[in-house]
């Protein structure tokens, strides 16, 4: 079985080792010194990180002959850290809650006593972070439950960080060209072509052209947590915007689920078509046509401590009325050039997303762990780019049958002071811009003069 194992190990790191792209920053730590009574260091001293959020439930270090420990790599959520050596009653500081790539300081004065006594410390966590220089925003599980709708990436970003500016806002969950189209977000003067997104980690910019060549939406059930570093970047980053992570859930020892869903209509929104705006030519405002979005996510232990997993789905509709447009009733007769409005059928702008993501988390040794996460996603903007000057005839169809990310990650803490690991992403996107759906091949785009509608 070690065999298996070993040689199953040397694959994947083979494997990774082909591909080499930036890696952010993305798991938190503990770090701290134990010391005894007296304030001298104590080398030698068990220090056990326990939490549900790691598949193999505890991580041990012993500290160095400075007294200091570290243990990396650790999942965002609750922990309990517990000091232990011979000779010293134990120390147990509980209720440390971490998230991003925080570093929490724990330290332990450890008296002398019997070794079966252990003294509980509970209290706040620490909040504040002396070992990095990040600035970092962590929109958290809880968080991303609490928020209402336009739950993606970038709007939440627009919506809770200070100063950070968003290329398509989202009020209310209805804007139908984030369904289709990704965002951008960008502070301190960045443009929003400088902003990094990651995956776990791994770079998903390495994959594509541009932020805009990534394609798909966020999927909120099957995300642990969501970190934002607006500051402090590294030298491995080659531009300065916001860089974005993206943790996905690694489900856990028990079964559980989260379900999603919102739905709104044009019977349930307002409108602010005034007398004003009528007087001036206006017919129609914008408006909500149909818009919901319907979010499951759920997972458990495939076997416990060993392997887990976590499926998650998500199906987004977006259809929304276009300000001043209506079909043209001449939208299928190449022999008429000029647009007639057909005011019984307001023009409506389509936008629909499906997306299906797995993961899957294996703690093949007591150090080492493996993770793969798979999407699949196919959406369609059909029509899209119609406006007060686009009538629906003279739109696109804009499907892309093919979003898919695919994502291996690797991580072995072998010591207080070496970490390995690596990862691989790979991220495919077709996209197609078509005529309209049983447009007459005959049909020639114009601009007529007269109006200025295309």
């Given at each position: 079985?070690?065999?298996?194992?070993?040689?199953?190990?040397?694959v994947?790191?083979?494997?990774?080792?082909l591909?080499?792209?930036?890696?952010?920053q993305?798991?938190a730590?503990?770090?701290?010194?134990?010391?005894?009574?007296s304030?001298?260091?104590l080398?030698?001293?068990?220090v056990?990180?326990?939490s549900p959020?790691?598949?193999?439930k505890?991580?041990?270090?012993v500290t160095?002959?400075?007294?200091?420990?570290?243990?990396e790599a650790?999942r965002p959520?609750?922990?309990a850290?517990?000091?232990?050596?011979p000779?010293?009653s134990?120390?147990?500081r509980?209720?440390i809650?971490l998230?991003?790539s925080?570093?929490?300081?724990?330290?332990?004065?450890m008296?002398?006593g019997?070794?079966?006594?252990?003294?509980?410390?509970?209290?706040?966590s620490p909040v504040?972070?002396?070992?990095n220089?990040?600035?970092?925003?962590?929109?958290?599980?809880?968080?991303i439950?609490?928020?209402p709708?336009g739950r993606?990436?970038?709007n939440?970003?627009?919506?809770?960080?200070p100063?950070?500016t968003?290329?398509q806002?989202d009020v209310g969950?209805?804007?139908?060209?984030?369904?289709?189209t990704?965002?951008?977000?960008?502070?301190?003067?960045?443009?929003?072509?400088?902003?990094?997104?990651?995956?776990?980690?791994i770079?998903?910019?390495?994959?594509?052209?541009s932020?805009?060549g990534l394609g798909?939406q966020?999927?909120?059930?099957?995300?642990?947590?969501?970190?934002f570093?607006?500051?402090?970047?590294s030298?491995?980053f080659s531009?300065g915007?916001?860089r974005?992570n993206?943790?996905?859930?690694?489900?856990?020892?028990?079964m559980?689920g989260?379900?999603?869903y919102?739905f709104?209509n044009?019977?349930?929104?307002?409108n602010?078509?005034t007398?004003?705006?009528?007087?001036?030519?206006?017919?129609?405002?914008n408006a909500?046509?149909a818009n919901?979005?319907?979010?499951?996510?759920?997972?458990?232990?495939?076997?416990?401590?060993?392997?887990?997993?976590?499926?998650?789905?998500?199906?987004?509709?977006?259809?929304?009325?276009?300000?001043?447009?209506?079909?043209?009733?001449n939208?299928?007769?190449?022999?008429?050039?000029?647009?007639?409005?057909?005011?019984?059928?307001?023009a409506?702008?389509l936008s629909?997303?499906?997306?299906g993501?797995?993961?899957?988390?294996w703690?093949?040794?007591p150090?080492?762990?493996?993770?793969?996460t798979w999407?699949e996603q196919?959406?369609c903007a059909?029509?899209?780019?119609?406006?007060?000057t686009v009538?629906?005839?003279?739109?696109t169809?804009r499907?892309q049958?093919v979003?898919?990310?695919?994502?291996v990650?690797?991580?072995a803490?072998?010591?207080?002071?070496l970490l390995?690991?690596?990862g691989?992403?790979?991220n495919?996107v077709?996209?197609?811009?078509l005529?309209?759906?049983?447009l007459?091949?005959?049909?020639i785009?114009?601009v007529e003069?007269?109006n200025?509608i295309?």
């Amino acid at each position: 079985m070690l065999r298996i194992v070993q040689t199953i190990l040397v694959v994947v790191v083979v494997l990774l080792a082909l591909s080499v792209t930036a890696r952010a920053q993305t798991l938190a730590s503990i770090t701290g010194v134990a010391r005894d009574a007296s304030g001298a260091v104590l080398p030698g001293v068990a220090v056990e990180a326990a939490s549900p959020a790691l598949i193999e439930k505890v991580r041990v270090v012993v500290t160095d002959g400075n007294g200091q420990y570290r243990i990396e790599a650790l999942r965002p959520g609750v922990y309990a850290v517990t000091f232990s050596l011979p000779g010293f009653s134990g120390v147990r500081r509980v209720g440390i809650e971490l998230t991003g790539s925080f570093t929490a300081t724990v330290n332990a004065e450890m008296a002398v006593g019997a070794v079966e006594e252990t003294i509980t410390v509970s209290g706040e966590s620490p909040v504040v972070d002396v070992s990095n220089t990040i600035q970092q925003c962590v929109i958290d599980r809880d968080t991303i439950d609490l928020i209402p709708a336009g739950r993606d990436i970038y709007n939440m970003a627009a919506a809770t960080i200070p100063g950070v500016t968003a290329t398509q806002r989202d009020v209310g969950g209805v804007n139908p060209e984030r369904t289709t189209t990704p965002g951008s977000i960008a502070i301190h003067g960045s443009i929003s072509g400088d902003q990094q997104l990651f995956q776990n980690g791994i770079s998903m910019m390495a994959a594509a052209s541009s932020s805009f060549g990534l394609g798909g939406q966020h999927n909120n059930a099957g995300t642990q947590e969501v970190t934002f570093d607006t500051s402090a970047g590294s030298a491995e980053f080659s531009t300065g915007g916001v860089r974005i992570n993206v943790v996905p859930r690694d489900g856990g020892n028990s079964m559980s689920g989260v379900l999603y869903y919102r739905f709104t209509n044009n019977a349930l929104s307002g409108n602010n078509l005034t007398e004003d705006l009528i007087a001036r030519g206006l017919r129609n405002p914008n408006a909500v046509k149909a818009n919901q979005e319907f979010n499951p996510g759920f997972g458990g232990p495939i076997r416990r401590d060993k392997v887990w997993f976590y499926l998650s789905y998500r199906f987004t509709q977006d259809d929304s009325y276009v300000a001043g447009m209506y079909y043209n009733k001449n939208e299928n007769n190449p022999n008429v050039w000029n647009y007639e409005a057909d005011t019984n059928r307001p023009a409506v702008l389509l936008s629909t997303a499906k997306e299906g993501k797995a993961r899957l988390t294996w703690q093949a040794t007591p150090i080492h762990k493996v993770g793969l996460t798979w999407s699949e996603q196919v959406d369609c903007a059909c029509p899209t780019e119609l406006s007060a000057t686009v009538s629906p005839e003279a739109g696109t169809f804009r499907p892309q049958p093919v979003i898919r990310v695919a994502n291996v990650d690797w991580t072995a803490p072998l010591t207080n002071r070496l970490l390995l690991e690596a990862g691989y992403l790979q991220n495919r996107v077709q996209s197609n811009q078509l005529p309209v759906e049983g447009l007459n091949p005959a049909m020639i785009s114009v601009v007529e003069q007269s109006n200025g509608i295309r």
